[in-house]
C-alpha cells in the first residue's frame, strides 16, 4: 500500500536527501560519486573528520534512528560510537563503508514504510521530540554532512 500524508512526505525527504532530486544541491550519494578510498579517507588541516568518517557517522546514526523506532526504547549513541573509526583505507573497505550506509538507509525507509502515522506524533524514547522531527532531522543531517563532504572532495582531492 503506498505512503500517504506525513509519512509519505518523510519517505520523500529522505529519499531525495540520499540520492534523489533536491532543490538545494546534490543528494548525499551524488556527492559521493566517483570519491575514491584514498580521497575518502584523506584529512584537512582545519576539518576534523574525513569523508570516511563522515560516511561512518551517518551510516551509524541512521541505524541508531530505525532502531529506536523498532526497538521503542533509548538509544544515546551508536554501538561503534559517534564517529566508527576508519580502520581499513582501501577500495575494498571504502566499498564496504558505502555499502553499509546503503544498507542503513533501505533499512530505514523499510522503518518508514511499515509505520503507523499515528506514531510520528509520539516522543522519542529518550528525546524530548516526536518521531516525525527524528525522521525529518535525518533528512537534514544527510544534507548537512552531503556539503561537508562535497568541501572535503574539493579541499582534498
Known sequence: M??????????????????????????????????????????????????????????????????????????TEPDAGDFPPVIDTNEVAWAAALDDLDRQHRKLLGVVAGLDAAKLDATVPGKPYPVAVMLHGTAQHYAYHAGQIALLKKLVG
Open 2 to 75: 503506498p505512503l500517504t500524508g506525513e509519512l509519505a512526505r518523510i519517505d520523500d525527504e529522505l529519499r531525495r536527501a540520499y540520492d534523489g532530486e533536491c532543490w538545494h544541491g546534490p543528494p548525499l550519494r551524488e556527492v559521493l560519486k566517483g570519491v575514491t578510498a584514498a580521497a575518502a579517507a584523506a584529512k584537512h588541516p582545519q576539518i576534523t573528520h574525513s569523508a570516511w568518517a563522515l560516511v561512518n557517522h551517518l551510516a551509524a546514526w541512521v541505524g541508531v534512528v530505525a532502531n529506536r523506532i523498532t526497538e521503542w526504547r533509548p538509544i
